[in-house]
């Protein structure tokens, strides 16, 4: 099955092109849209693409400059042009760079589509062979039950040099050196080496270890063609790798073939926000049952780097949202992550920091992790009528233990902090919209303006109105 990605600013093009043509008679089916050429990077950075449609002329990035990406970053994904007019210099650009074929949005349009689909699923099933005779002409067939692929960390800049030194030793690089393959017969010749009397490593370069390479160890691969090799490693490295890889293991990652040869489903919609809940329900900041399970359910999905940065970014915008009153100094995250351990050694360390929060009285996980819930509970609820002893048996403490515990991690009292995030709230409403008082004062929890603006004035030194006008943006 050919996998297609469509990319047009124009939905509606977007939207016919997937509904009404005929894909899935050509052995093809849409996996996805895009309506610029950075969103279609960002979805080929986590989905298998094996043929782009795409638009020449779009606003953020032109087709032309996401072909010359796309040609560069992906080389075996075939790319066919979409245009409305025929702008033959704009075609002539894309196919110098690659493009197997254009096809005007009209040949849709008119019924042509089954001449046009037969055409491309041609040319990439040409293109395919030939690169698997240009791989198979190197080594037709690989005999060995056992191959081994080396593999850059992510983000990791590839050297020439790094290649280079593999080649000669007789590696077989992938396109741009990006991954590269052992495909001999070890134990006819290497000598045995330490503990791996029984599989023998490869010669490896010096530096191998500390320049951002990995070596996975292949099982049963007899038979397959490099062609065939390279692609399975490349798709266990799009999804698998950076769960398996931590980092510092003194051996290789050993993966079957087989394992190699299953397409893994992507995580459903349900699953997925499962764990986005878990994530946000800050239970597991204390709680060692829930931090467990929470990382066994990332490492489950296989969620693809670039959404999981985007989820941790969205709690910690969420954490540091409610808690800054307790902890004024917000919680940062790096860049990237460039494998699985430093995802878990970083959550480790901000459970550390969060049970901090539980001050002076070294309270139990238990109780602190109810304390959190009660502050998350009055950010949640905040357009609601709280009390304090309503709150404490939600969270399943005393009254009284609830009153305490909660004044010396948060360091106010129940009752003060509920009317802090309050008013905050209602600065905000005050400063960033032009909502009548009486609906700010209903979504603050207050159903009586005339007490809001009362307690409003108390906090403030001015009633909402006069705060509005002073810090209205200009």
Known sequence: ?????????????????????????????????????????????????????????????????????????????AIAVLTLHQDFEYIQEALRLGAIDYIAKVELEKEQFEEVFQRIHSRIMAEKQKHKNEADSIVEVNSCETAYALLTYPDEPITSRMVA????????AETEGS?????????????????????????LPNGVGS???????????AGLSPSDLFQRIRAYRRRDFFYDCDGHEPYPIEKSVMELLVEQPEPGEEETETVKELLHAFTWVHDDEAFDKLCSRFKELRIPLSKLMQWIYGFMVDWNRLFRAIQPD????????????????WLKHFREMGI?????????????????????????????????????????????????CFKEIVGYSFNEYLRKVRIDKAREYLEQT?????????????????YFSRTFREQTGMLPSEYRQQNKVR
């Open 356 to 404: 901090t929060l539980s001050g002076s009285l070294q309270l139990s996980p238990e109780v602190s992790g109810s304390i959190m819930n009660a502050v998350k509970i009055v950010h949640d609820e905040l357009d609601t009528p709280l009390f304090a002893i309503d709150v404490a048996k939600r969270v399943n403490l005393s009254r009284s233990y609830f009153y305490q």
């Open 434 to 450: 032009s909502r009548p008082i009486v609906w700010i004062a209903k979504q603050t929890g207050y159903e009586d303006e005339k």
């Open 165 to 172: 030194d593999c080649v000669s030793l007789g590696w077989i």
């Open 179 to 203: 991954i590269l393959l052992w495909l001999t017969d070890l134990t006819r010749e290497v000598q045995p080496q330490g503990p791996y009397e029984e599989a023998p490593l490869p010669p």
């Open 211 to 221: 320049t951002g390479w990995h070596l996975v160890r292949l099982l049963h691969t």
């Open 330 to 345: 917000e919680i940062k995250m790096p860049d990237t992550f460039t494998c699985w351990r430093e995802v878990v050694d």
């Open 1 to 77: 099955m050919i996998h297609v990605l469509i990319v047009d600013d124009d939905k509606l093009v977007r939207k016919g092109l997937m509904s009404f043509l005929p894909w899935e008679s050509f052995g093809m089916r849409v996996v996805g849209e895009a309506a610029n050429g950075e969103k279609a990077l960002d979805f080929l950075k986590a989905n298998r693409v094996d043929l782009l449609m795409t638009d020449l002329a779009m606003p953020v990035m032109s087709g032309i400059e996401l072909i010359r990406i796309v040609r560069k970053l992906y080389p075996d994904i």
